[in-house]
């Protein structure tokens, strides 16, 4: 049974910085692109980073260029997102995603798909005080 399990939500002052952790367990790891996605309330989850298999490439929304960083340890199956420079907008739940068909090399805007996310999470509270 496949298992994905965010962490490291919280209470965050606008300007500061979280890292989320999501480790996967059921599945060969290095076969997956992993994706972080959110959904604030009242609104379409979206998504907002991915990287690919190896490692080699990593594509961001426009909303967190610049100020997230996804990386991941494929030794301890675990994605990260560093989230720096926090906003009031970036409060929401963040789920963390796995997708076999996604760039083993490359990945870009067509692999954060929703629809192309083969195992979910169930989320981590992230919020942020002005």
């Known amino acids: 049974e496949v298992e994905v399990v965010e962490s490291g939500g919280g209470l965050v002052q606008a300007g500061g910085a979280l890292r989320l952790s999501c480790i996967v367990t059921?599945?060969?790891?290095?076969?997956?692109?992993m994706a972080w996605f959110r959904q604030a309330p009242g609104k379409e989850r979206e998504g907002i980073a991915i990287?690919?298999?190896?490692?080699?490439?990593?594509y961001y929304a426009d909303s967190v260029k610049g100020r997230f960083t996804i990386s991941r340890d494929d030794a301890k199956n675990t994605v990260y997102l560093q989230m720096n420079s926090l906003k009031s907008d970036d409060t929401a739940m963040y789920y963390c995603?796995?997708?076999?068909?996604?760039?083993?090399?490359?990945?870009?805007?067509?692999?954060?798909?929703?629809?192309?996310?083969?195992?979910w999470g169930k989320g981590t509270l992230v919020t942020i005080s002005s």
């Open positions: 059921g599945l060969i790891f290095d076969n997956y692109a």
């Open positions: 995603a796995a997708a076999e068909n996604a760039g083993k090399w490359y990945v870009g805007p067509e692999s954060l798909r929703i629809a192309g996310m083969n195992y």
């Open positions: 990287i690919s298999w190896s490692g080699a490439s990593t």
